[in-house]
Every structure is written in C-alpha cells, then in structure tokens.
C-alpha cells in the first residue's frame, strides 16, 4: 500500500510528539519555514490563510529548517517566539528539520518524491517551499518559495471543496 501523510510523525516545536494522522480528513499545506529569509513575511500569509480555512479543514504545517543561507539558526523556542510576536503565528509549527540530504526528516522525503519540483528536480531549492495535500493525505501540489500565499487560495478552495 502506498504511503500517505498520516504515515509519518514529527515533533512539535514544543517538543511533543505529533503523529500526522491525527489530521486525518484535514487539507494540508506542509511549508519549510525561516525567520530571516527575505519569504520571512510570507508568515502572516500563511497565517492570513489558516485563520481563513481552518474551520473549513485547512491545516498550515511549518517546518523550520537552517539549510539555506543559516536563516533559522535559532533554538525552537526562539523560532516559536519569533514567529509568535512578529507575525501572529498560530498555526502548528514543528521542531527545526532537514528537508534535504541524507539526514532530511522522512516526510520531506517523501513529499519531494511525491512531488518533484521543476524538471523533476526533488530537492527542495530554498525556505518556503510548499506543499498542499488533499483530504486523502496524498500531495496535490508542489509550489515554489516565491509562490505567496495568497495565490494559494484556489486550490485551497478546490482541495477543501473535494
């Protein structure tokens, strides 16, 4: 049987364990975060569209990741107060991850996989780079780092409306 998104956990950025299943019939947009990248302010997007359609069965999950530039040095407890205070975040955010390489999280393997970014490329190519699954779990889209929120509204729309 093929994977889906409730195969796998993570860890909050509170430091709790998290089985995604517990999102079981929810859409999900799945983003690799930063708090000093110049995508930085695409925080109050996504928390503009998690305020949105939440209670339509949207879920916004942001993964903190160093890898491009070191733009997320911090510990997971400044990471959430940053993104607390400066951008009214909400939504669930997780502990600091790979997304590339050997040592990705096995969920970010597995999205990229799902979903090849452009020319079949999987590597993820820098933060805020998302991802949006159906209420099945599996991954409709792949959108790039410069792909605002905002723009993601439709097919929010069409995946909550499936």
């Known amino acids: 049987m093929s994977q889906t998104v409730y195969d796998f956990q993570a860890q909050t950025i509170r430091g709790e364990a998290a089985d995604l299943a517990q999102y079981r019939g929810k859409v999900l947009l799945i983003v690799n975060t930063a708090s000093a990248c110049g995508f930085t302010p695409q925080f109050k997007g996504l928390e503009q569209l998690w305020e949105d359609y939440a209670a339509r069965g949207l879920v916004v999950l942001g993964f903190p990741s160093n890898e491009f530039g070191g733009q ?21 955010m997780m502990s600091k991850v790979r997304v590339n390489g050997a040592e990705a999280h096995p969920l970010w393997q597995w999205l990229k996989s799902e979903k090849p970014g452009f020319l079949g490329t999987e590597a993820i190519k820098w933060n805020f780079s998302k991802f ?10 792949r959108y790039a780092p ?9 097919d929010i729309e069409a995946a909550l409306a499936a």
């Open 146 to 154: 410069n792909e605002a929120p905002d723009k993601l509204r439709a």
């Open 72 to 92: 997320d040095p911090g510990s997971n407890e400044e990471i959430a107060s940053f993104c607390e205070m400066n951008y009214g975040v909400s939504f669930p």
């Open 132 to 141: 949006l699954l159906g209420r099945d779990g599996r991954v409709l889209k």
